[in-house]
């Protein structure tokens, strides 16, 4: 059986995708000084929920996901990060992007918070497929918050 060693960065994302670019940065040198192999980000790393998000959402491969991805590829690592991709009909997808050695994927939210007074299908258009990755031989399935209360995703999964 293979050990992967995965760092949590718990951030606080604000309003301006290029500064929380720059704490990925930085929480992902630290992963990489402690030998992680992977480093997993909150949802909204890009920006914060409570924002307009369809002004920022762009492409899986757009320019904040290639900063990703030199961020990632500048310490050998895996690095999940969530961001907002456009989903053609003016509402945006809740993406997590995993970018890294052998990793180019990203998974779009299935369950959206509809629940409890919020209705998060408002604004954001959910996924439809699971995605599991393989780093450093250890599948690892991805899902963003509310999918949690989900448990046929992780039987999938």
């Not at 940065?25 to 998000?53: C, D, K, W, Y």
């Not at 990060?81 to 989903?87: D, E, I, L, R």
Request: with cysteine.
């Amino acid at each position: 059986m293979s050990t992967l060693r995965v760092a949590l960065a718990q951030i606080l994302s604000g309003e301006d995708p290029q500064k929380n670019l720059e704490l990925v940065a930085s929480q992902t040198a630290e992963a990489a000084a402690h030998n992680a192999q992977l480093v997993i980000f909150p949802e909204a790393t890009m920006r914060r929920f409570g924002l307009p998000l369809a002004e920022i959402a762009e492409p899986v491969d757009g320019p904040w996901a290639q900063q990703l991805r030199k961020i990632a590829d500048n310490h050998q690592l895996v690095v999940a990060a969530g961001m907002f991709t456009p989903s053609g009909d003016g509402r945006v997808r809740n993406t997590l992007r995993c970018v890294g050695p052998g990793v180019d994927a990203h998974y779009d939210k299935i369950y959206l918070y509809d629940a409890f007074g919020f209705t998060e299908s408002r604004t954001v258009a959910p996924g439809h497929e699971p995605v599991v990755i393989s780093v450093d031989g250890v599948g690892v399935g991805l899902s963003l918050c509310y999918d949690i209360r989900f448990p046929e995703l992780y039987v999938e999964l």
